[in-house]
Structure formats: structure tokens, C-alpha cells
């Protein structure tokens, strides 16, 4: 079945640092592509998504590549804040009507001042 | 855009009792809703696929004499956790589709904040 694997946090970075989180998913067909963020006592917000292949998601510094031939979908972020600090998961989706979402295991960022 | 109400955000309840969780779509219709459980520091699980008018789908390994759900309405799914045990304390966060017809066919979730359930 489809899954999404993301690498184990958690991540400890400074502020200004460069970030990259991992994610690879298994899944037949073209779904599209998710990374939610979990500030901390919160529910998941999405953060941003992309639906086809070389797609780029961006929202609020962060951006994330859909990589057909890799099967990935790395976020990145030139400089975090503190305010980045939360739990970011990565997620897939079938465009097939209301399909729930299948996410990876969460990785925890933790940006030190 | 989308909004999902969940409430309440938070319940401790004694050993035995029920529980009801009620989640809402604000400005939208939502024929399908998700609820998940997320155990502490791992990944959220599926429960059930909520289906307005309609028995609600359950996961493989999921009680579906424990967790009760109910989608009334197009705007209400409610999951009742019955005669709740420590073991069944969990952040269960519902969600529903948001969106519509913004993007093509990107099939976005918007999520409620979740609900924190203690069971003393």
C-alpha cells in the first residue's frame, strides 16, 4: 500500500541554519504531495503541497520539490527562525475524491537561538 | 478559507465514563470527514472515514463498538469514545476536505485543532 517515510528527528539547528528534512513516499500512480506543520499544543496546518511531477510548493520561506524519478518530496529552508520549531510531517493523497491522507512519522525541529 | 471546528480541546474524564468529541466544518459542506489518533511523538493513525448519511468506515484494528462515530449533518461528525480506560487517552484530531475546486483536483485536508483526551 502507499506509505511515506520521512528521517527520524529529532533535528536540533540555530537560528539562521539551513534545513532539510527527507521524505520519500511509495505509491503507484501520481498522488499529490503534502508537508503539514504541528506547532507545539496544536492541531496540523498545511504548510504546502504539490500535485504533479516538478511541482514546487512554497509558503513562508520553506519549499519542497515533487521528485517522480526519486519518489521524494525534501522540504527545505534557506534560514529557520525559532518560530519554525514544531513537528512537520509529510503526507500523500490520492486525487480520487475524498481519500484520507497517509503521513510519514513526524519530525521534530527544534531551532535554538 | 476552510475551517474545522473541533471541540472541546481538551477533556480528562474518569475511567468507565464516555466521551464526545464534535467536529465542524465552518464554511463548508463536508460529505466526508477523517478522525485520527496521534500517540505521543509518533505519526497520526487513521480511525475512521466519516461519511454524512452513512455507517462511518473503520481501520483495520479499530473498535468500532469503542469509538462511536456519527455524521449527522454535512457541517457534523461526532466520535464518541465509550467507556474510555487510560489506554484510550490520545490527541484525536479530525479533518475534512477544504478547498473546493481551487486546485486541480489537489485533494487538501484542512484539519481541526484536536482534542486532548486524559482518562484518569
Known amino acids: 500500500g502507499d506509505s511515506v517515510t520521512q528521517m527520524e528527528g529529532p533535528v536540533t539547528l540555530s537560528e539562521e541554519a539551513f534545513l532539510t528534512i527527507n521524505c520519500t513516499y511509495t505509491?503507484?500512480?501520481?498522488?499529490?504531495l503534502f508537508w503539514y506543520v504541528q506547532y507545539p499544543g496544536e492541531g496540523l496546518q498545511l504548510l504546502l503541497k504539490a500535485t504533479k511531477a516538478d511541482d514546487k510548493g512554497s509558503n513562508k520561506g520553506f519549499e519542497a520539490t515533487y521528485r517522480k524519478e526519486t519518489t521524494s518530496f525534501h522540504l527545505e529552508k534557506g534560514s529557520v527562525q525559532v518560530s519554525d520549531s514544531a513537528v512537520y510531517f509529510c503526507?500523500?493523497?490520492?486525487?480520487?475524491?475524498?481519500?484520507?491522507?497517509?503521513f510519514g512519522k513526524g519530525t521534530r525541529l527544534s531551532v535554538i537561538a | 478559507g476552510a475551517v474545522v471546528s473541533q471541540h472541546p480541546s481538551r477533556v480528562i474524564c474518569k475511567s468507565g465514563t464516555s466521551v464526545k468529541i464534535e467536529c465542524r466544518s465552518l464554511?463548508?459542506?463536508?460529505?466526508?470527514m477523517f478522525w485520527y489518533r496521534q500517540f505521543p511523538k509518533k505519526s497520526l493513525m487513521l480511525m475512521a472515514t466519516s461519511n454524512e448519511g452513512s455507517k462511518a468506515t473503520y481501520e483495520q484494528g479499530v473498535e468500532k463498538d469503542k469509538f462511536l462515530i456519527n455524521h449527522a449533518s454535512l457541517t457534523l461528525s461526532t466520535l464518541t469514545v465509550t467507556s474510555a480506560h487510560p489506554e484510550d487517552s490520545s490527541f484525536y484530531i479530525c479533518?475534512?476536505?477544504?478547498?473546493?475546486?481551487?486546485?486541480?483536483?489537489?485533494?487538501?485536508?484542512?484539519f481541526g485543532a484536536g482534542s486532548r483526551l486524559t482518562v484518569l
Open positions: 464554511d463548508f459542506q463536508a460529505t466526508t
Open positions: 505509491a503507484t500512480g501520481y498522488p499529490s
Open positions: 479533518s475534512a476536505r477544504g478547498e473546493f475546486g481551487t486546485d486541480s483536483g489537489a485533494n487538501v485536508l484542512t
Open positions: 503526507a500523500l493523497s490520492r486525487n480520487s475524491g475524498n481519500t484520507p491522507l497517509v
